[in-house]
């Protein structure tokens, strides 16, 4: 192979790559709008993340992480929930997002309404765990709120 072949799958696959990062941006972009201008209201806080992961922060007590996964040019989207202050995440959903900026075939990750209502579908069983367990008076915990679930941890 010549150093022009190898040069021009260079370019292929940087050109690939930023444009699967320029949608995970757009999709974090939309998530994050659709979050903080609705007038619904989800008791998020937007929480600090490394740069590949978007989190929000739960009534105060659960970080929800959102990271795209699968390493290089990984179209994995996850869903994980955690203890505010514990690296023990647990699995609740998962997306795919294509380069061309769908998510889960089913709409663009430009679409802000489309995107966080995808969110609240894939994160609404923890939202059913936790009205379940105050409407019994109970305590949670992220044991019991992912025993709901049924999420394996995260390594």
Known sequence: MTIWEISEKADYIA????????EWRSYC??????????????HHAIGCAPQQQLCFVLFDHFTVYITLTGGFNGHTIEYAIANKDSDDKRLIAQAQLTSDGNVD???SAHDREKVLEHYLSKIATVYDALY????????VNLTTLVSENGA???A
């Open 29 to 42: 972009n939309a998530l994050v709008q659709g979050i903080t201008l609705s007038k619904a209201r989800l």
């Open 105 to 107: 075939g089913a709409f």
């Open 132 to 139: 379940t367990a105050l409407a019994a008076d109970t305590p």
């Open 15 to 22: 050109g690939r790559h930023h444009r699967l990062q320029e």
């Open 152 to 154: 394996p941890a995260l």
